[in-house]
């Protein structure tokens, strides 16, 4: 089993800045990759962004150029940091775990972008 637990997240202008982090823990090992996913209301959860066991990180192409995902390995916890972000940035934000064939999903956190 992982566990995942997020923090950050809250109400922020237009064109501000947020950083998410998300620390895993349990059974981490073999973990293959780590993602943040995001669902706004009346939507389906959509994919943000994921960096591999290896580095590689992905984005999708909405976000690409104003987040980023990072990690710190020694710490378990992988980080969004989100910039100039936009009212359709809101959301709730879920960080995901990928282990062999199984998804860990964290709790959570909103994300809200307004005036």
């Known amino acids: 089993q992982v566990q995942l637990v997020q923090s950050g997240g809250g109400l922020v202008q237009p064109g501000g800045s947020l950083r998410l982090s998300c620390a895993a823990s349990?059974?981490?090992?073999?973990?293959?990759?780590m993602g943040w996913y995001r669902q706004a209301p009346g939507k389906l959860r959509e994919f943000v962004a994921q960096?591999?066991?290896?580095?590689?990180?992905n984005y999708a192409d909405s976000v690409k150029g104003r987040f980023t995902i990072s990690r710190d390995i020694p710490k378990n916890t992988v980080y969004l940091q989100m910039n100039s972000l936009k009212s359709e940035d809101t959301a709730v934000y879920y960080c995901?775990?990928?282990?062999?064939?199984?998804?860990?999903w964290g709790q959570g956190t909103q994300v809200t972008v307004s005036l």
């Open positions: 995901k775990a990928q282990k062999n064939i199984a998804d860990y």
């Open positions: 960096i591999t066991r290896g580095g590689t990180t």
């Open positions: 349990g059974s981490i090992f073999s973990i293959s990759a």
